[in-house]
């Protein structure tokens, strides 16, 4: 059983450019949710994606964006990057039930540290 | 609004116990349970629902109050392999989606 990937592990981007952030949920899983964790800070849900639809949305601007593909890997992709922007950003995978008949486990990728200078 | 996590930070001897509290104004479905390692990806410990089904680790334990949106982890004869940041992620009764809202986080260092 493979667990969650992500990729690339470290990215630097000047003020202004756009990234791409990819996720590979673990294996049997079928949702993915993507955090920012600022440093020291809990990490804070963006959004996440089941049957290649968004499922909920945390309080992030609509330049953050994703897709869920068919394999239930998912990129998450960030347009006029903002200092603020600086995180780790950590995607987690989970097996979806019906809402209230078992929570998911949510399990954590090692995250990619985005620095936007 | 983020659960609050207490303590912030707590040093303790190897062998020795602790107690994590994280408390929340919303009415909850389940609270998590995750430590974190500097420089690494959460880890996930423990689930606890709503109804008092427990689901996690062999070595910690955790209850749930229901009535008062209230969790606490139980870190018992800890080891050295305990330290790391401690974080707590609820899930309230609201939407489709399963988000989870983390605390601030409990720094947990274990010493000799």
Not at chain 1, 12 to 28: D, E, N, Y
Not at chain 2, 53 to 77: P, V, W
């Amino acid at each position: 059983e493979t667990g969650v990937t992500q990729s690339p592990t470290h990215l630097i981007k000047t003020r202004g450019q756009q990234v791409t952030l990819r996720c590979s949920s673990q294996s049997g899983h079928n949702t993915v949710s993507w955090y920012q964790q600022a440093l020291g800070q809990g990490p804070q849900f963006i959004f996440q994606y089941y049957r290649e639809e968004e499922n909920g949305r945390g309080n992030f601007p609509p330049r953050f964006s994703g897709l869920q593909f068919p394999n239930y890997s998912s990129e998450l992709n960030v347009n006029a990057l903002e200092l603020d922007d600086s995180a780790l950003y950590l995607c987690a995978s989970s097996l979806w039930r019906l809402r209230f008949q078992g929570t998911d486990t949510q399990y954590f990728g090692p995250g990619t540290r985005l620095t936007v200078l | 609004q983020q659960p609050v996590q207490s303590p912030q930070a707590v040093i303790l001897r190897e062998g020795e116990d602790a107690v994590i509290n994280c408390s929340s104004s919303k009415a909850l479905y389940s609270v998590h349970w995750y430590r974190q390692k500097h420089g690494e990806a959460p880890v996930f410990l423990m689930i606890l629902l709503k109804g008092g089904e427990q689901k996690g680790h062999e070595k910690i334990s955790a209850s749930f109050n229901e009535k008062k949106q209230q969790s606490s982890l139980y870190l018992t004869a800890s080891q050295l392999s305990y330290s790391g940041t401690y974080f707590c992620g609820t899930d309230e009764l609201t939407g489709t989606a399963s988000k989870l809202t983390f605390g601030t986080g409990t720094r947990l260092q274990v010493t000799l």
